[in-house]
């Protein structure tokens, strides 16, 4: 199982002060050398948190791999076409939301989807779509020649009808996995909530990142990776 660490929180610090600290690009070696898999960072329409300078940085000194999430907006693909980050995640955005609220509606929104997803594609960048746990929604994700779905684990994370969660995510990541994509999961994840999400068949990759941000307030960075991978791959 792959731990990639979202470091958009540092970011979220920052922009709280509009000071030049604390900077997430001094995240990415202490990630790295603690064993995480990979880095990821969110890039919104409003840059509020994650900047293109952040996103340029982290991109030149990243040794294990990149995930940038990011959504249709053409102005953005564009700037992420020029990053060339190992893999995209394509997500929604609404404009004022508080973190992201939910999986892609592939329905209301194929076209854009489609397009966006060739276009990163023909950069060579592995593209994963970030989708409820739904059984349809991953034939669909298929149909749309992606490489990987996310499962969004935020209803496993909020609910106390845990093993319905749990079955949805079982249900879907098998279905996704018959049909030859990767699957990865993540948002809402803690230390706390892990055993029930490693129990979930064929995930190969959790991206978790403001539970070991807040951790780190407290322990450092490195030793809040170090605890996450330790849960992660003992279990
Ligand atoms: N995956 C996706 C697609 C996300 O949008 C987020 C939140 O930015 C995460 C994972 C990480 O969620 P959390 O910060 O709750 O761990």
């Known amino acids: 199982m792959r731990l990639g660490v979202n470091i958009d ?121 970030f989708v409820e746990p739904d059984t349809f929604i991953m034939e669909t994700a298929k149909l749309l020649g992606v490489d990987a779905v996310e499962l969004n684990t935020k209803s496993y994370c909020e609910t106390s009808h845990i093993e319905k969660e749990i079955k949805r995510l079982k249900d879907a990541s098998i279905v996704a996995h018959e049909l030859g994509l990767e699957v990865h999961a993540g948002h809402g994840l803690e230390y706390h909530n892990m055993k029930g999400i490693l129990s979930v068949p064929h995930i190969v990759e959790l991206n978790i990142g403001h539970s070991i941000i807040s951790r780190a307030v407290f322990t450092g960075l490195e030793e809040a990776v170090k605890t996450m991978l330790t849960l992660i791959r003992n279990e």
């Not at 952040?54 to 000194?61: A, F």
């Not at 997500?91 to 489609?114: A, C, F, H």
């Open 9 to 129: 929180h540092i970011a979220t610090l920052r922009s709280q002060r509009g000071t030049p600290y604390p900077d997430p690009v001094d995240a990415v070696p202490i990630v790295e050398l603690a064993g995480a898999n990979g880095i990821t960072c969110h890039i919104r329409i409003d840059r509020r948190h994650i900047t293109e300078r952040d996103v340029r940085l982290i991109r030149d000194i990243t040794k294990t791999s990149l995930n940038v999430e990011l959504c249709t907006d053409p102005e953005i693909v564009n700037f992420i076409c020029g990053i060339k980050p190992h893999h995209a995640c394509l997500v929604p955005e609404r404009e004022g939301e508080q973190t992201t609220e939910g999986g892609l509606d592939l329905s209301k929104n194929k076209e854009d989807i489609k397009k966006t997803i060739s276009i990163l594609k023909d950069k060579g960048i592995s593209v994963t779509l």
